[in-house]
């Protein structure tokens, strides 16, 4: 298996005649396996076992959005509005890149032991 890694979320676009089973085009599921011949997926939408092989060149690799920031600071104290005045002044001196809004969710300090405070 080159294309995929496991923990990538792919998309079943091809399944050359019903040769899956219960696994159909447009299936997501997420690749469980790394080293076999073939990705073995973990599939969204199929109860009990959803666990099956599927030929790569079947799969299309899903992109993910999703990241994690770990900052320190305490002098961005905007406000949302503020953040998003920022985010298009810069995106104006910048075209073509991608400035994103990001919301403080919680924080951690050492307090002996080390607590995480809600926001």
Request: aromatic share 10%; hydrophobic share 35%.
């Amino acid at each position: 298996m080159e294309k995929f890694k496991k923990g990538d979320r792919v998309k079943l676009i091809d399944d050359g005649d019903d040769r899956y089973g219960p696994v159909k085009v447009g299936m997501t599921g997420v690749v469980d396996e790394n080293g076999s011949v073939l990705p073995w997926v973990l599939w969204d939408s199929m109860p009990g076992d959803n666990r099956w092989a599927v030929d790569e060149d079947d799969l299309k690799l899903i992109p993910s959005n999703k990241f994690w920031i770990v900052a320190s600071t305490s002098e961005n104290n905007l406000t949302e509005q503020e953040a998003h005045n920022e985010a298009e002044r810069l995106a104006r001196e910048n075209p073509g890149k991608k400035f994103y809004l990001i919301e403080s969710k919680s924080y951690c300090a050492v307090d002996k032991p080390v607590i995480w405070h809600e926001l």
